[in-house]
């Protein structure tokens, strides 16, 4: 039971750690963005559909901090953030369990995209399914998999989510 | 202020209970929503005019457990999540009181449908009127009224809110 | 440290406060609604543009109570509650800091419509930017800045966010 105590004990740290990646996203400090990943990590968005099957790689994929800011760095270059913002509302945390490689997190959100004009649209919900670990004193991820409830998004998609 | 404490430690408790009801719909497993309830148990869903009109039957209406799961056999049968599936996003509650039956909690939710071509929508918003009440052990729901904001969910309406 | 133990302990106050805000205003209690600002208080609701460019004066602009309490009196003449009706889907707060006025806050928000007919639809985005003090035993606003992510949203308010 002391490993569900101390599960239990960091629900606080993960929805702060959540609150904080949105808002990098959303305030349009996208260069931090990779700084809530471990160094070795896994990062991919994919589809319910896609992640049902099994499918290894979705949408995106990276695994490591590099890729992701690589990512970064070509979206800066496409000038994305100049013609749409997100606005992230990410739902409670299901801790699920807790294995070598960290803690294992479920959490729904949604994500509305505003573009330049004003318009305003439901862009995507879904789960994010993440495996959690202390690193250096910070909660990190060492795994964020996306899944996207619709299939509809890939086409579409630009930022992180 | 005892009774207010313990209240307030229920918070921690009814945030996983809403996390975990929201999860077994959303990922269709709609046999495990049964569940979520005391034997004797009231679920209904209805409309804010309704409610305030006072009508006692709504959009939905079972009185025990076995009552739901008569409902989720129903929808097997019609094959409904074949064709759409929903994502909740449920608020924060706010603990009203507490009296001989349970706890009297009041959550704000937002319910997006995705449908089989990838379509998504708005789908419904309202809140959960709630008495929650600790059987053997774990938090289960005594009465869960659903009162849409909008008149208009009815004529669509057809998995579990 | 001693501050920030403090911070983190007023988490739980804040997410209660903003539970109950919204309640006021989607249950249609507006006049109970400036009871959560202090009485020397700043409530603005402006948009990204116009806060990124440090504008003073946004959408909407009270500088005390009693503007606020002006406000309500101005909305119920209009009867703009018999038109429609919102709910608000209110995230996690991100504590960001404490000075001598009270805690910074930022929070992020959803708000849908609901129109008389049973119409829905997402009508703004954003984030609230709040400094939270404690007043006569009670978490009160004393400054909440509501920063609309698009800019689209003015000409159609008209209840606070």
Not at 46 to 55: E, F, P, V, Y
Not at 128 to 136: F, H, K, P, R, S
Request: aromatic share 8%.
């Amino acid at each position: 039971m002391g490993a569900i105590d101390r599960v239990a004990s960091l629900q606080g740290g993960i929805v702060q750690l959540n609150a904080e990646y949105a808002r990098v996203i959303d305030d349009d400090r996208l260069e931090e963005w990779p700084d809530f990943f471990a160094e070795a990590c896994v990062y991919t968005i994919t589809s319910i559909d896609n992640h049902r099957r099994g499918m290894p790689v979705g949408l995106m994929y990276a695994d490591s901090k590099g890729m992701l800011h690589d990512r970064v760095t070509a979206l800066r270059k496409a000038n994305i953030y100049e013609r749409q913002a997100y606005r992230h509302l990410i739902g409670l945390p299901a801790i699920l369990g807790e294995d070598e490689r960290g803690v294992r997190v479920e959490t729904p959100f949604l994500v509305v995209r505003i573009m330049r004009d004003g318009r305003t649209d439901l862009f995507a919900t879904g789960r994010y399914l993440d495996v959690i670990a202390e690193t250096a004193g910070a909660l990190r991820f060492r795994e964020r998999v996306v899944v996207c409830d619709s299939s509809r998004v890939d086409t579409l998609l630009a930022l992180p989510l």
